[in-house]
Each structure stands twice: as C-alpha cells, then as structure tokens.
C-alpha cells in the first residue's frame, strides 16, 4: 500500500533556494514532517510496520499493511490523499526479448543508422563527445563487466540496487545494459561515448518493479552531494498508461 499525502512539494519555493543541497534537505523536511502524524500512528498500533519506506521526492508513505489499519487511517487523516495498492507490473515493452549480453555488438568499432540519425557522428567531428559528462540510468541495472561498458563506469557513488541490495552493478534482463550502451558505450555504440554513467536498479530480472521500488530510486539519485549528481538521467520505461502522472512529482524533485 502507498499512501500520497499531497505528493508534490511546492517547487517554487524549492528552486528559489540555491544551494542544491539546502533544497534536498528542505523537500526532506517536509515531506517527513507530513508523513509524521500517519507513520507515528501506524507505529503505535502496530509496532513493527512491515516494509516502511518514507519517500521524499514525492510525498509518500509505503508500507504493507493489514486490512483495518488501512480503513482506520484513510477515515482518521484527511491529509491523506489517496490509499493505493502498489502493484506489482512490468514497466518495459511486454513484448520485449532480452538479450544475451555477449552478443550486445560486435567489439569492433561500429556506426549504426540510429547515431546517424540523430547526427551523433557530427558532433564527435566537432569534438562534442560526452567529456566531463555524468550520466544516471534507472532501468534493470547495468552489466558493469562488459566491453563496452567497463571503462565508463564512475565507481564512486555509482550503484544503488532498490531490488536486490546487491553492491555491485549486474543486470539479469538486459535492458538496462542495453539503454546504458546506446548512451555512453564505446566502439562507436553510444552517443556520448566519453561520458561516464552510474546507473539504479529499480526493475527486475522479469523488467517488473513497485511504486516503492522506483521512488527509492529517485531518492536515491536526488539524495547523491551536488558534485557527485549526474548531469542527465535516462529512464527508458514507462506505464501502459499514457495519462499517468505517477512520477511527476519525482521527477520535478530532479
């Protein structure tokens, strides 16, 4: 269950402070000190709530609750907006195949139709490629050992993994090595091929996640010290609904 409590921050008085890390610590502030009130109660009628997690980013609480407490809240807390269940879905193409890794491109250098198609090869020529650029990846998490991959990697504040709690970068689809590849991979694959990349596992082996799963994931990102944030993020997945909403507030956060 997620409960959204007003989930967006008012972001014009978040950007009208400047330092980025007094903006984190005040979206912070108010987001807990909303969620302060339900959390408390959940906490004194059942003690251990079981897979409490307070977002930030977007105001919300999730947690996996009994029946009647669910009841009891949504009539005791008018702040509530509304009391979700946080299904579990696949956020890649259904029809989406992943692919052995070994066969992600040949190792030589290679120019393929769609960096010709949007001019990337024009702006290596103009020594536009990608240097002191950090990019972020939220997908299936990132094969850090493959060849076109492994020199790029950032290393430092460079992985967080919302699904497993694994340590170190791995992908058991495909998919996210695959989108981080076509943004930064060497050989001539990706666009910004001297960039570096860190990259968040918010879906997993089946390219399935949870609400909670992704919020963690944009915390996680908002959360890194201003020298360590990615300048870009790519998030190459999405709902099944073109009108959803869902992440706007995260996304805002950024």
């Known amino acids: 269950v997620y409960k959204r409590q007003g989930a967006s921050h008012d972001f014009d008085k978040v950007f009208s402070i400047e330092s980025y890390e007094k903006?984190?610590?005040?979206?912070?502030?108010?987001?807990?000190?909303?969620?302060?009130?339900?959390?408390?109660?959940?906490?004194?009628?059942?003690?251990?709530?079981?897979?409490?997690?307070?977002?930030?980013?977007?105001?919300?609480?999730?947690?996996?609750?009994?029946?009647?407490?669910?009841?009891?809240?949504?009539?005791?807390?008018q702040e509530i907006e509304k009391i979700y269940e946080d299904e579990y879905k696949k956020?890649?193409?259904?029809?989406?195949?992943?692919?052995?890794?070994?066969?992600?491109?040949?190792?030589?250098?290679?120019?393929?139709?769609s960096i010709l198609n949007v001019k990337a090869d024009e702006a290596w020529?103009?020594?536009?490629?990608?240097?002191?650029?950090?990019?972020?990846?939220?997908?299936?998490?990132?094969?850090?050992?493959?060849?076109?991959?492994?020199?790029?990697?950032?290393?430092?504040?460079?992985?967080?993994?919302?699904?497993?709690?694994?340590?170190?970068?791995?992908?058991?689809?495909g998919h996210g090595t695959g989108t981080m590849g076509f943004l930064v991979g060497s050989n001539g694959i990706g666009i910004a091929k001297k960039s570096k990349w860190i990259a968040v596992k918010i879906l997993d082996a089946n390219g399935s996640g949870t609400i909670a799963g992704i919020q963690a994931g944009f915390d996680w990102v908002a959360n890194l010290p201003d020298s360590l944030r990615p300048h870009l993020m790519s998030n190459s997945w999405g709902s099944d609904d073109a009108t959803s909403t869902t992440f706007w507030p995260n996304i805002q956060s950024w």
Do not use: C
């Open 91 to 113: 956020w890649i193409p259904q029809d989406y195949v992943p692919h052995i890794l070994s066969n992600f491109f040949p190792g030589e250098d290679y120019v393929s139709g």
């Open 23 to 77: 903006r984190i610590e005040f979206m912070k502030n108010e987001a807990y000190e909303k969620e302060k009130n339900v959390v408390d109660y959940l906490k004194s009628k059942l003690g251990n709530v079981e897979e409490l997690y307070q977002g930030w980013t977007a105001i919300r609480v999730f947690a996996k609750l009994p029946k009647w407490i669910i009841f009891d809240i949504a009539e005791k807390f």
């Open 125 to 173: 020529r103009r020594g536009y490629r990608g240097e002191g650029i950090i990019v972020g990846n939220m997908d299936t998490g990132v094969d850090a050992n493959h060849p076109v991959l492994k020199n790029s990697y950032r290393r430092i504040s460079a992985w967080y993994d919302a699904i497993n709690n694994q340590a170190n970068p791995y992908d058991d689809n």
